[in-house]
C-alpha cells in the first residue's frame, strides 16, 4: 500500500502561483510513477502531469504546458506541482497518484490517490 497526502492548495487570484505538494510513505517511493490530476464540479477527472521514478522522464497537459512544472525528490518522498500563471480554468480539486511503470494520462491506471486539495482561482 502506498499513501498519499497533498497539500498546498488555497485561493489564489487569475496570474498568481501555487506549489502543490504530496507525500508518500508505506512502499518504496522511488518505485512509483507519480501523477497529478485534477476534478472540477461536474467535470471528469483529467490528467495534468507525471513523472518518472527518476524524473526523467515528463509529461504534461497541453491545457498547463509551459505554466506547470512536475518535480520530484525521492529523498523526501514527495513529489510537487508548481502552477504559474493560474487562471479561473485551473479550479479543481487537485489528486496525487503513483503507479509502477510507465508515464501514462489515463487515470484509471494509476492505483494509488491522495484525498486531493482545492485550488480554486478567482478572475
Known amino acids: 500500500q502506498v499513501q498519499l497526502v497533498e497539500s498546498g492548495g488555497g485561493l489564489v487570484q487569475a496570474g498568481g502561483s501555487l506549489r502543490l505538494s504530496c507525500v508518500a510513505s508505506?512502499?518504496?517511493?522511488?518505485?512509483?510513477?507519480m501523477g497529478w490530476f485534477r476534478q472540477a464540479p461536474g467535470k471528469e477527472r483529467e490528467f495534468v502531469a507525471a513523472?518518472?521514478?527518476?524524473?526523467?522522464?515528463?509529461n504534461y497537459a497541453t491545457s498547463v504546458k509551459g505554466r506547470f512544472t512536475i518535480s520530484r525528490d525521492n529523498a523526501k518522498n514527495t513529489v510537487y506541482l508548481q502552477m504559474n500563471n493560474l487562471n479561473p480554468e485551473d479550479t479543481a480539486v487537485y489528486y496525487c497518484a503513483a503507479k509502477r511503470f510507465g508515464v501514462v494520462v489515463n487515470p484509471k491506471a494509476y492505483d494509488y490517490w491522495g484525498q486531493g486539495t482545492q485550488v480554486t482561482v478567482s478572475s
Open positions: 508505506g512502499r518504496t517511493f522511488l518505485n512509483y510513477v
Open positions: 513523472v518518472n521514478w527518476s524524473a526523467t522522464s515528463t
